[in-house]
T-cell receptor
Framework: AQSVTQLDSQVPVFEEAPVELRCNYS??????LFWYVQYPNQGLQLLLK??????LVKGINGFEAEFNKSQTSFHLRKPSVHISDTAEYFC???????????FGAGTTVTVRA | GAGVSQTPSNKVTEKGKYVELRCDPI?????LYWYRQSLGQGPEFLIYFQGTGAADDSGLPNDRFFAVRPEGSVSTLKIQRTERGDSAVYLC????????????FGPGTRLTVT
C-alpha cells in the first residue's frame, strides 16, 4: 500500500514570497504523482501531475513540482504567491497501472499581505 | 460543461439509520471513484467503478458500505446502520478512463451521524 507524507501541516507565507510544500512517498514500484488544491468551500482541483518524462512539471497558477525518484519526493513550489493561493494542498500517488489515489494529510497554506 | 455533482451537500442522520449518497459524474466519463475525507486528513479511497462494475472495492471499510452504478453513469454510495465514526465528507470523482489518470472531483457530501 502507498504511504504519502506531507511534511508540513501548516505553512504561513507573505504575499509575493516563494513557497515550497514538501511531499514524500513510499512505494516499491513506479508511481504517478499529483498535487491537488482545495480552495475554501470548493472541491479538489488538479494543480499538476507527473506521469513520465521530464521530472520538472509545470501546472496551473504558476505552480511547479519536481519528481526526485532517489529521494521519493515530489515537492511543490511557487516563486511568488498571491493572497488567492490561500488553500489546502494535497499530494497524491498512484501505482503504475492502478488508478486509485493515496493522499497525504494536506498542507494548509495561508498567504498574508 | 457541468462538473461532477453530489447530492445532498449535507446529510445529518441518527446512529443506526441507513443513508444513500448520490454522485453524477461528468458526462461520458467511464471511471468513477468514491473517497472519504475525515476531519484533518486527506481523502481515503473507498471504491472504483469502470463502467457498471466495481473494479476495485478494497477501500470499503466493512460490509455496511456498498456502492452501485447500474447504468454506468450515476452512482450511489449506501451506508447501513450508520455509526458516529462514519461522519466525514464523502467525495466522488470521475475520469474519462482509457488510461487517463486525471480525476475530477465533486464538492462532496458532508455526512454527520448523531
Amino acid at each position: 500500500a502507498q504511504s504519502v507524507t506531507q511534511l508540513d501541516s501548516q505553512v504561513p507565507v507573505f504575499e509575493e514570497a516563494p513557497v515550497e510544500l514538501r511531499c514524500n512517498y513510499s512505494s516499491s514500484v513506479s508511481v504517478y504523482l499529483f498535487w491537488y488544491v482545495q480552495y475554501p468551500n470548493q472541491g479538489l482541483q488538479l494543480l499538476l501531475k507527473y506521469l513520465s518524462g521530464s521530472t520538472l512539471v509545470k501546472g496551473i497558477n504558476g505552480f511547479e513540482a519536481e519528481f526526485n525518484k532517489s529521494q521519493t519526493s515530489f515537492h511543490l513550489r511557487k516563486p511568488s504567491v498571491h493572497i488567492s493561493d490561500t488553500a489546502e494542498y494535497f499530494c497524491a500517488v498512484s501505482d503504475l497501472g492502478d488508478y486509485k489515489l493515496s493522499f497525504g494529510a494536506g498542507t494548509t497554506v495561508t498567504v498574508r499581505a | 460543461g457541468a462538473g461532477v455533482s453530489q447530492t445532498p451537500s449535507n446529510k445529518v442522520t441518527e446512529k443506526g439509520k441507513y443513508v444513500e449518497l448520490r454522485c453524477d459524474p461528468i458526462s461520458g466519463h467511464t471511471a468513477l471513484y468514491w473517497y472519504r475525507q475525515s476531519l484533518g486528513q486527506g481523502p481515503e479511497f473507498l471504491i472504483y467503478f469502470q463502467g457498471t462494475g466495481a473494479a476495485d472495492d478494497s477501500g470499503l471499510p466493512n460490509d455496511r458500505f456498498f456502492a452501485v452504478r447500474p447504468e454506468g453513469s450515476v452512482s450511489t454510495l449506501k451506508i447501513q446502520r450508520t455509526e458516529r465514526g462514519d461522519s466525514a465528507v464523502y467525495l466522488c470523482a470521475s475520469s474519462p478512463g482509457g488510461g487517463t489518470h486525471e480525476q475530477y472531483f465533486g464538492p462532496g457530501t458532508r455526512l454527520t451521524v448523531t
